[in-house]
């Protein structure tokens, strides 16, 4: 017996690596105070529960909060058989136990028997050990350990009985006698990757098909790679889950639902498949939310996810109608400075002409200044000064008045070259609250988001753009391609789609640099989405190393990259830029005006000599 305990901290301790042990049993006092000693030397935290009596175990087996325990039982115990059926009906046969089984009597009958109709799953980590009752020394205490599996007994599989090695204990001293099988060079899931033979069950969405549609055309449209705004996600789930049952040898069994959650986030759909353990996977891939992590759990991440409000600026007359946008590249201050300086050089020109022309025709202050505007326009001037002296500051006039220009002109260009101005609407609240007609992508996770969201400026825009709309539904839900078109032909039009069927359009039908015209607004945080298994999944950690691998070869990058276009390149210089009344509007009023006032002084000069000739 003593050896029988040394063998029991020996395969949990050091073996399975695991400091919590819980021990079912049917022992003697004296033999209960060794073991608790021993492991005491051990530090191994231990609790003691006996089989003789009529102890429940669930909170023992199902209320721990280790990563793992270790659970020894001495299958010839009167109520061994009553908790190994306990564990059965409440699945505990997971990777989150350890259990060691011990049978004194030799031959496999016993456990086959037990074992046969086990809910055993391939991430099962039972250990059976028979004792060797022809054992060459009474001081020896040899056993044969035996790994028990299942690879699915709901899919079809079999137990699967598997020798592993020998151990002999003397003391307090165990050691592997000898290896019967290569179990030890490899982890447990390596061992068990192949499911051949096995028929997952897997759930997808399809939208873009009725689903009394066959099976056949179905998984015909989930293999083509044209129109990928179709089903989008779940034709890349599909095909990119295509190596995943090339790893796993095995086949897959479909369901096809037309959403992936119902009313709820954790109800009907793909995820109310993988809740009620109708299927073992899901194709296509969800957003992890606070709820849904009741349920299930992500494996790996699987391709983007953003959903945004696309418009161009609108384009009115009345939005250019400012005197000032022929102003802008300077300040008020270097305007007044430069209007400042013509004065100034036309009263020196002024000067400068009735020294210079004493008995000739001399120009007025009037006419002066006038030809300092019109150096200062780079127009040039009929007259110049005849002296050095004048000449000198004519010229440092025209030099100024040509750094100016420069400066000027650079601005104006570099403004019309440069980024186009981006709307002042920035937020989903803003929209909202604005004028402009708003379309939604009638795509199921977009359709449900908007409708039943209770974020403030989510639940605003459905109110004022889809509930108090007085437009037709039809022009409310609007195909991906017929929106994006209108996006690009109406400019203020919004429409609300998914990057990852939208931004396909957009480079279709797009010009580059339309592209830059562009205004976004996130309908909600860009996030990943992942693949996802219900949190008891026995295949979970398998699917995980498959997918990993898949990641770490480019196998699913491929598939994503082909699939998500999430990114759309800006060339805003590769076209001539065309300057619309939006921009010249002040330029002809300002010039209208002009022409008035010109008319206007004409008419009081011509009253005025009349008025004259008439009094001589």
């Known amino acids: 017996m003593w050896e029988l305990h040394s ?170 006698q000898r290896y019967l099988s290569d179990l030890h060079m490899r982890d ?69 639902r037309d959403r992936w959650t119902g009313d709820g986030n954790v109800t009907g759909g793909m995820i109310g498949d993988l809740i009620t353990e109708a299927a073992d996977l899901s194709i296509a891939p969800f957003i992890y939310s606070f709820d849904r992590a009741l349920f299930i759990k992500p494996l790996t991440r699987f391709s983007i996810f953003r959903d945004v409000c696309m418009f161009r600026n609108p384009r009115s007359i009345s939005a250019g109608l400012s005197a000032t946008e022929f102003l802008q590249p300077f300040s008020a201050g270097v305007w007044l400075t430069f209007g400042l300086l013509l004065i100034v050089a036309g009263c020196m020109l002024w000067a400068t002409f009735r020294m210079e022309r004493l008995s000739e025709w001399k120009p007025s202050l009037l006419t002066s200044c006038l030809f300092s505007f019109g150096v200062g326009c780079i127009q040039g001037a009929w007259m110049t000064p005849r002296s050095t002296g004048g000449r000198m500051a004519f010229y440092a006039l025209m030099l100024t ?116 015209e562009l205004n976004e607004i996130p309908l909600r945080d860009a996030s990943n989405t992942h693949s996802v298994v219900l949190k008891t999944c026995p295949y979970a950690e398998l699917f995980r190393l498959n997918e990993l691998r898949m990641h770490e070869t480019g196998i699913h990058f491929k598939h994503e990259r082909y699939w998500m276009r999430t990114k759309l390149h800006c060339y805003q210089h590769n076209h001539s830029v065309a300057v619309g009344l939006e921009y010249a509007t002040p330029l002809f009023i300002l010039l209208l005006g002009s022409i008035v006032l010109c008319v206007g002084v004409l008419g009081l000069e011509l009253l005025w000599h009349r008025h004259t000739a008439l009094l001589h």
């Open 188 to 256: 447990r899931l390596q061992h068990r990757k192949s499911l051949t033979g096995m028929i997952m069950r897997a759930t997808a969405a399809v939208n873009s098909l009725p689903l009394n549609t066959s099976q056949e055309k179905i998984l015909t449209f989930m293999e083509t790679r044209d129109q990928i705004h179709l089903d989008t996600y779940a034709r890349l789930g599909y095909q990119s889950r295509q190596p995943l049952r090339e790893m796993l040898d095995c086949r897959f069994e479909y369901i096809f």
């Open 401 to 516: 008045s040509f750094l100016m220009y420069n400066y000027y002109t650079s601005i104006v260009v570099s403004k019309l070259l440069g980024q186009p101005a981006k709307s002042s609407i920035r937020t989903l609240q803003q929209l909202a609250d604005s004028s402009l007609e708003v379309a939604i992508e009638p795509t199921p996770y977009t359709k449900v988001y908007v409708t039943t969201s209770d974020q403030p400026d989510v639940h605003s825009l459905y109110v004022n753009k889809v509930a108090g709309s007085r437009q037709s539904p039809d022009r409310i839900w609007m195909p991906t391609e017929a929106g994006v078109k209108r996006v690009r032909d109406n400019a203020g039009f919004v429409y609300i789609a998914g990057v990852a069927t939208a931004y396909e359009f957009v480079r279709k039908h797009f010009l580059p640099h339309q592209i830059c």
């Open 7 to 176: 063998f029991i901290l020996y395969n949990i301790l050091h073996m399975a690596k695991i400091n919590h042990v819980l021990i079912l049993h049917c022992w003697s006092e004296e033999s209960l105070a060794h073991f608790a000693l021993l492991a005491n030397t051990e530090n191994a935290f231990t609790q003691f529960e006996d089989l003789n009596t009529k102890i429940p175990l669930e909170d023992q087996l199902l209320s721990h909060n280790v990563r793992k325990l270790g659970v020894f039982m001495d299958s010839n115990c009167v109520q061994s058989e009553s908790i190994l059926q306990k564990g059965n009906d409440k699945k505990l046969f997971s990777q989150r136990y350890h259990w060691l089984i011990y049978d004194r009597l030799p031959g496999l009958s016993r456990m086959e028997s037990l074992f046969r109709e086990a809910q055993l799953f391939v991430d099962a980590d039972v250990t059976y050990a028979i004792a060797d009752a022809q054992s060459p020394s009474r001081t020896l205490f040899n056993v044969t350990l035996y790994d028990l599996h299942n690879k699915g007994r709901q899919l079809g599989g079999k137990l699967n009985v598997t020798v592993d090695q020998e151990i002999v204990c003397q003391g307090r001293e165990c050691r592997v």
